[in-house]
């Protein structure tokens, strides 16, 4: 879909759909509202006075214009109190205006951005919106061959500004986030894909093509490198499947040559039956989402390359699939890691933190600034936490709170559970160094500990994705399905470090 930004007004503006806003319980109309409601009759008055549109949050009411009215259609979007107005709110009533848009068939609509006493920059207000409406449209359907008729597509979102200062701050703002939601949007497409189309080698390639005409090094290790390297925890997991296994190693170089690098590891199981230890059949299907880690992180610095962030960037992402077989790695087995440590397997089914292991040691060698993790790691994270939200662990105060500061923004929330040194005693090894299970009491825990073993004494934060990687219910702008999350969370935190360095 194409994104426009014009110089006009929304009120003569010849368009399929003009979406505006309103706050629950106002009478009082502003901006666009007013403008379209004075060129149409009253129409919009009509509609409020009488009840049927309230403003509640994400409520929806299309009224239909007459005569020679430019302005088909006027989709109403709910915002909520004015009191509680949030960039989210924003998000989700221009998702569901434009779901509501396409449900008519309509090939395009346009909107205008005015907001009395809302405390929030122009360039922000137009990123929330784009960022609504294009992850509010996703859907997958590459391997769709039937009712292709009802896969209606929408061709193109317009928004109108007349005030020169204000379509420069709207045009910033809907440019930053087209390439965003582009990322997230390649994110979902990833994780989504099933695991036989989404193999390492697969996944390999789909990163190789993101870097194309970017500033983006693309190295792929093979499993002789990793081999040579010492990467056996990594190959252990490996060993069952027929499936090469590959180390994704992304490096951008947008800031100075002497500023060390930030470092992203993201965890790339293409598919997870659990292998020895193999899971139960119910919902194994998902299990190919087990590489949202990493679909995150290739994503995430796709997006800082085309958003130009004067910062260097390393993106490690290790991919292989975890399967039973005649070579498979055996509960007992011992694996020395790329680090020299040594793991004993007390289960073959917690093997995201052994792959991490390896990258995490990798990672640690660039002599990064910091290392951020994301991981679909553990069910324990979603036992403790639900479904919505990311847990977040580190040792370092700083980093953990410029994370929860992007979430703020991005509403990917995270919550923090403790890494006190009672869990670290619970991943000491009987026969090897480190054990890559403790138990169930406290497992996203013991996950997070066993993991910064391998981090040396890099500032590190590990994000445990488990719950809000894949969603049972869509919500107004993350269809049910792949969510991508990370991907915004990561560029804003990105984003944030830059403005601080700026300043």
């Known amino acids: 879909m194409k994104i426009k930004v014009k110089k006009g007004s929304l009120a003569e503006y010849e368009t399929g759909a003009a979406v505006v806003t309103h706050f629950e319980d106002e009478t009082v109309l502003e901006g666009a509202a007013s403008s379209l409601d004075e060129r149409s009759g009253g129409l919009i008055a009509d509609i409020i006075r009488l009840g049927d549109f309230t403003g509640r949050t994400n409520q929806i009411a299309v009224i239909y214009t007459r005569n020679d009215f430019p302005v088909k259609r006027i989709v109403m979007a709910g915002m909520g109190k004015r009191a509680d107005f949030t960039l989210e709110r924003l998000r989700g009533a221009y998702a569901r205006a434009a779901q509501q848009i396409r449900t008519l068939k309509i090939g395009e609509f346009s909107s205008a951005l005015h907001f009395r006493g809302v405390d929030l920059p122009l360039e922000r207000m137009a990123e929330g919106v784009v960022e609504g409406v294009l992850l509010g449209l996703y859907r997958f359907l590459p391997f769709k061959t039937v009712d292709l008729e009802q896969n209606h597509k929408i061709t193109g979102f317009t928004l109108l500004e007349a005030d020169d200062a204000a379509f420069k701050a709207i045009r910033s703002g809907a440019k ?6 582009d990322a997230v949007s390649f994110a979902r497409d990833m994780v989504s894909t099933p695991s036989n189309q989404m193999t390492p080698t697969d996944l390999a390639k789909e990163a ?18 990793m081999k040579a390297a010492g990467m056996n925890a990594l190959l252990g997991v490996a060993r069952g499947s027929h499936e090469p296994p590959k180390m994704i190693l992304l490096e951008y170089n947008g800031g100075k040559k002497s500023s060390p690098a930030i470092a992203l590891v993201g965890k790339a199981i293409t598919f997870d039956s659990g292998g020895i230890s ?3 059949s119910e919902k194994m299907d998902q299990m190919k989402t087990d590489m949202a880690g990493g679909a995150a992180v290739i994503a995430a610095v796709r997006a800082a390359a085309e958003l130009g962030l004067p910062l260097n960037l390393v993106g490690i992402v290790p991919a292989t699939e975890n399967l039973p077989g005649g070579n498979a790695f055996k509960p007992g087995d011992i694996l020395t890691s790329l680090s020299g440590r040594t793991i004993e397997i007390v289960t073959t089914d917690a093997e995201g933190r052994l792959i991490l292991a390896d990258a995490l040691t990798y990672a640690a060698r660039y002599k990064p600034a910091a290392i951020i993790d994301l991981a679909t790691l553990t069910g324990a994270c979603i036992v403790a936490l639900g479904d919505h939200v990311i847990g977040m662990m580190g040792r370092d105060d700083k980093l953990k709170q410029e994370i929860r500061e ?10 923090e559970l403790p890494l006190w040194e009672e869990y670290h ?5 009987d026969a090897a160094d480190y054990k890559n299970a403790a138990g169930r009491a406290g497992g996203a825990i013991t996950a997070g500990a066993f993991l910064s073993k391998f981090t040396g004494d890099t500032p590190w934060v590990h994000l445990d994705i488990a719950g809000p990687a894949w969603i049972a219910k869509d919500k107004p702008y993350i269809p049910k399905g792949a969510s991508g999350v990370g991907v915004r ?3 804003q935190f990105l984003r944030n470090g830059c403005l601080t360095r700026k300043k």
């Open 406 to 415: 992007a979430a703020e923004f991005t509403e990917e929330n995270v919550w």
């Open 425 to 429: 005693e619970l991943v000491k090894g």
């Open 208 to 225: 190789r093509k993101s870097t194309r005409g970017k500033n983006i090094r693309c190295t792929v290790l093979d499993a002789e490198q």
């Open 278 to 280: 193999i899971k139960p």
């Open 176 to 181: 930053t986030a087209e390439i965003i939601a």
């Open 489 to 491: 969370l990561l560029v």
